[in-house]
Structure formats: structure tokens, C-alpha cells
């Protein structure tokens, strides 16, 4: 079996999905502080401020603030080597754009990855989750704005030169991609801390802000390497394999262009240059985007080491017809599988497609890989004696394992780790719920916000525990 000593079998979370004390410790407001919870049929909103009588999911979320220490401990006693989290940035400058950061902020993260320390966990550390100081968005408009680029490395800076010594691996901005579903909202926002206009270009809109992070990713990247040049420095993308419905031409022209429009964001944070496609898309548009020599430049200089990526599912379309120029718009063009079940969200379960997506991703980038995230979605039930059972997600995951080996073993993948999402249950970015569980650990509270946030293990915790003592093999 293939999987090299040292795989870092561990856990993926992020900081405004779990943390809570969302104003603690000097820590400002993030666009997550003010986005309230939704379900599968109401979706979350963005409300600028905190409006009383709404439910926002984060502020306490499942108090990973005052509680990381015996959460550490049960990911220990799971086997962890690493943990990946996130650092919030209002936490570390709580407007953003301040000169100094909050020492106070800086200290709970020198805490949490000592904690990590002490039991034999890395720290996998992404910067930029899915969150941004609201004072960003609201005196900037989030990532329209070119000095963004300018706080988010300082941020990065600081980061660095703290943790130089405790986190070896980085990554920039998580699922910098999902933005590809323009015409949503929370991608947007989500993404680039954008709120778009009535009748706004959302398409172009995102070219631009995700130009200014693409470059915002580079230099950072650049200040990484002076500060400790054994940093392992990545992106994060959110791969769901596009397949074409048919073997019709049209469809297979489809679904490549669609595969374009989602991972050009890769092709420059890998290549340092725009892919052909992209610039050819942005003259048929008439896009004329801030892009300035010394930006592309700054591309260069910022390549990654390796790329990290969610997997959960993939997508399949199918050519429409009078669309001429296979223009690629997520929220009208993908269609149902119907070789693949769904989950209770409506997300295709599609194990083949991790082992596809590794293959996809070495041969066109040819670098190390790292699964950062990859679970299951499920509504668990607690029986009268607590005990949890979930061999649902056992079977969603053993599965993709077994693809992710194959990759491994028959197809030469280089792959340095795989971190399921949510080991511990957290709030879910798209919906706000806590009844979306992911976790290896059960947290007690519910859509509702009742509950005594105790934890208990569930079946799938033993499981995981001996297929990380396994190294992969006992499944
Ligand atoms: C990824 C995100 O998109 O998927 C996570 O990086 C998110 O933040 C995860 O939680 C699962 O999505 P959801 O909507 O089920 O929480």
C-alpha cells in the first residue's frame, strides 16, 4: 500500500464555523458574524449589522473558543498528525485595516497551535476562510477594492512571522473558486465580501475581485517564502468535476469549457500566468479589469508548492442549444447524474470522481495534492443511551478513501494528506444549520440553538481511529 509515512491523516474545520466568541478577545466583526442562518429551502442572509431578533449561527457556533483544548484531545485520541482550521482575520485585525494587529487575537491562535503541538498535530492553517473583517466590506466593498490586497498581506505577514516556528503548512484563500457561481450570492460573499448591485455585472465583477485576491495569493506567498522557506505553501479549491451528460460532441465541448471557467483560478495560482482561455474570454467580453504589469509579475513570483482541495461531489451538463459560445453559468447549466445517488442536500455522491479529480489535477499541474476537505452531510439521531450511529458516513468516506488509494497506488498521484470536513460538527457554511453534521464527534445543539454543546463520539470515530493506526489499510 502507497500511502507514504508521514500522511497527514487529520480533520478540517474552519474559525467562523466553529470558534464562537465572535466578540471576545478584542475580535472584530466578519461578514459571518452578520449572515444569518438558513435551512435546504431558506438561504442564509447577509444583513450588514447585527439586527435583533435574527439567529446567527456563528456567534457562539460550538464554542471551539473556550473549549479547543478537550477538542484537541479527542482529535489526538483519533490518531490526528494534522488539524486544519483557519485563522480569523477580525481576530488578528479587527477592521482590517489597522497597522498593528490585536495581540489578544494572536495569542488564542499561539494557544490553539501549541495545543495541536503537544499532541503530535500540525497545524494546517488556511488565512482566508470564507470570512473578511465586515468593516472591509462596508467602507470598501470588500474585494472590489485594490487595497485589499495591501491588508490581506499584511494579515498574511503577521501570520507568518508569529507562527513561523508552529505552522509549517499554509494555504491562501479556501475555495477561491466558488465564485465561479457568480449569480449567487453567498458565493460572492463568501468568496470576495461582495454584495452586488441590482443589474450589476456579477460576471465581471468577479473577474475583477478574484484577480486582486489572485494577486493578494501571490505575493503573500512571496512574503511566506523569505519568512521560513520550509512553509509548504498552497491554494485551495473547490474541485467538482464537471462531466459532459452526453458523449455527444456538444456536451464534451460543454463540460471542458465549464471545467475552464471553474479551475482557471488553479492555472494561476500553480502557473503564474492567465490560461489563454481566460484572456480570450475577457476580450469576447469587452472586459477592460485593473490588471497592471506589476500585478502580473506578482503572479509569477507567488507560484504555489502544492494544491489543496475540497472534494464532495461532482456536477454534469449538457449543451444548450443557441449557446453559441458555451458560456458556462452554474446556477442554470448543470444537470442531474443519473448514474449518482444524493445526499439529503442534494449533493451528488460520486467516489470515482475524487479518484478522477486526482488524476485530473496531476496531469495538468504535475504537483503534490492535498485533500483538505471531503464528508458527508447528514442528519444524525441520538439513541436513548446516547450512543450515535452513522454508517452512512463510514460508507461515504471508506469509499472515497478507496478511490483516493487507487490514485495512490495505480495512477502515481502524489498526495501528502486527506482532512474530512467538519470532524467535529460545526455550523455549515451554505445552509447555517448545526443539523448538517459532518462530524466524527457529535456536538449537542440543533438548528434551533438548544443544546448543552457536549460532546460525544460517534460510531464513525472508532472507525476513523483505526484506519488512520492503519495508515489506510483497515477500512
Ligand atoms: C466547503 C467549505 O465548501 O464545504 C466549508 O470550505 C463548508 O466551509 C463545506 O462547510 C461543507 O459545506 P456545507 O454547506 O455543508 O457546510
Avoid at 94 to 99: I, L, R
Avoid at 336 to 365: H, Q, V
Amino acid at each position: 500500500m502507497a500511502l507514504k509515512d508521514g500522511f497527514l491523516w487529520g480533520g478540517a474545520v474552519a474559525a467562523h464555523q466553529l470558534e464562537g466568541g465572535y466578540d471576545q478577545g478584542g475580535k472584530g466583526l466578519s461578514t459571518m458574524d452578520v449572515t444569518t442562518s438558513g435551512d435546504q429551502t431558506h438561504k442564509r442572509r447577509f444583513t450588514r449589522e447585527i439586527l435583533p431578533g435574527e439567529n446567527y449561527p456563528n456567534h457562539e457556533a460550538i464554542d471551539f473558543y473556550h473549549r479547543y483544548e478537550d477538542d484537541i484531545a479527542l482529535m489526538a485520541e483519533m490518531g490526528f498528525k494534522c488539524f486544519r482550521t483557519s485563522i480569523a482575520w477580525s481576530r488578528i485585525f479587527p477592521n482590517g485595516d489597522e497597522a498593528e494587529p490585536n495581540e489578544e487575537g494572536l495569542r488564542f491562535y499561539d494557544r490553539l497551535f501549541d495545543c495541536c503541538l503537544e499532541h503530535g498535530i500540525q497545524p494546517v492553517v488556511t488565512l482566508s476562510h470564507f470570512e473578511i473583517p465586515l468593516h472591509l466590506v462596508n467602507e470598501y466593498g470588500g474585494w472590489r477594492d485594490r487595497r485589499l490586497i495591501g491588508f490581506f498581506v499584511r494579515f498574511a505577514t503577521v501570520c507568518f512571522e508569529r507562527y513561523r516556528d508552529k505552522v509549517t503548512y499554509w494555504m491562501t484563500f479556501n475555495e477561491i473558486n466558488n465564485q465561479a457561481n457568480y449569480m449567487e450570492d453567498y458565493a460572492l460573499l463568501a468568496d470576495s465580501g461582495i454584495v452586488a448591485e441590482p443589474g450589476e455585472d456579477r460576471e465581471r465583477t468577479m473577474f475583477q475581485a478574484a484577480h486582486y485576491e489572485l494577486v493578494a495569493s501571490a505575493a503573500a506567498i512571496e512574503a511566506g517564502r523569505k519568512i521560513n522557506p520550509a512553509f509548504r505553501l498552497g491554494c485551495m479549491i473547490a474541485m467538482c468535476p464537471v462531466y459532459p451528460l452526453t458523449c455527444k460532441p456538444e456536451d464534451i465541448l460543454m463540460a471542458h469549457k465549464a471545467m475552464e471557467r471553474r479551475y482557471y483560478y488553479a492555472d494561476v495560482h500553480v502557473n503564474g500566468v492567465y490560461p489563454a482561455n481566460t484572456l480570450a474570454l475577457w476580450r469576447r467580453r469587452g472586459f477592460d479589469l485593473d490588471v497592471t504589469d506589476e500585478d502580473l509579475a506578482q503572479l509569477a513570483r507567488g507560484c504555489v508548492d502544492y494544491i489543496g482541495f475540497s472534494y464532495y461531489m461532482s456536477f454534469a451538463i449538457e449543451h444548450k442549444q443557441g449557446n453559441v459560445h458555451y458560456d458556462y453559468r452554474e446556477d442554470t447549466d448543470l444537470v442531474p447524474n443519473p448514474n449518482l445517488k444524493r445526499s439529503d442536500w442534494g449533493w451528488a455522491i460520486d467516489p470515482i470522481g475524487l479518484r478522477y479529480a486526482l488524476n485530473w489535477f496531476t496531469d495538468k499541474y504535475a504537483l503534490p495534492l492535498f485533500i483538505v476537505e471531503n464528508g458527508f452531510g447528514a442528519y444524525d439521531k441520538v439513541e436513548a443511551d446516547g450512543s450515535i450511529h452513522d454508517p452512512y458516513r463510514v460508507d461515504y468516506l471508506r469509499a472515497h478513501i478507496e478511490q483516493m488509494k487507487l490514485a495512490v497506488d495505480e495512477d502515481g498521484v502524489d498526495l501528502m494528506g486527506y482532512t474530512p470536513w467538519g470532524c467535529i460538527d460545526l455550523v455549515s457554511a451554505g445552509t447555517g444549520q448545526m443539523d448538517k453534521r459532518y462530524g466524527f464527534i457529535y456536538v449537542d445543539k440543533n438548528d434551533a440553538g438548544e443544546g448543552a454543546l457536549e460532546r460525544s463520539r460517534k460510531d464513525s470515530f472508532a472507525w476513523y481511529q483505526r484506519v488512520i493506526a492503519s495508515n489506510g489499510e483497515e477500512l
